[in-house]
């Protein structure tokens, strides 16, 4: 468990500091539009590193003293890892910070979902235990699946 956190706290990092090199042009996920529908308005834009008390250019990145990370020394089922954190992150927190609680809980998980689907494909890309693979493929299949609920439920009850 402390390896996880280890992990987690170092992609929360990185995705604060706003490294865009991992990321490619037009790669960031997209939330359904009703996650910004107009009654259900999110109560803006603070940043992760204002929210944690950090300052918006630090984030919570120099507030955990990571310093500088070498991506390139990092093995590539990390930089996988990390590269599909920076892509979803963003868009959770956006999905949270909508003011309606129902909206916020549908829109910030359909994020980590698809956070947990990515984990689990730089699984199946680089792990080769039978049992963890067989695992990933049924993240893959529930998250994909509880993904479809909450974004029909926005699409029924969001308007």
Partial sequence: MKHFASI??????????SNVSLAQEGDAFKLP???????GASMGQS???QMSGGSS???????M???NMDMDAM???VRENMQKMMQTMPAMHEGMMNENPNVAFACGMIAHHQGAIGMAEA???HGEDEQLRALAETIIADQ?????????WLVDNVK
């Fill in 75 to 77: 093995p590539e089922h």
């Fill in 8 to 17: 987690l706290a170092a992609a929360v990092a990185v995705v604060s500091l």
């Fill in 144 to 152: 994909t699946a509880e993904i479809e609920v909450m974004t029909d």
């Fill in 33 to 39: 539009e009703q996650c910004s529908a107009a009654d």
């Fill in 47 to 49: 940043g992760m590193g």
């Fill in 57 to 63: 250019e630090g984030g919570m990145g120099a507030m």
């Fill in 123 to 125: 699984m199946l890309n």
């Fill in 65 to 67: 003293s990571m310093g």
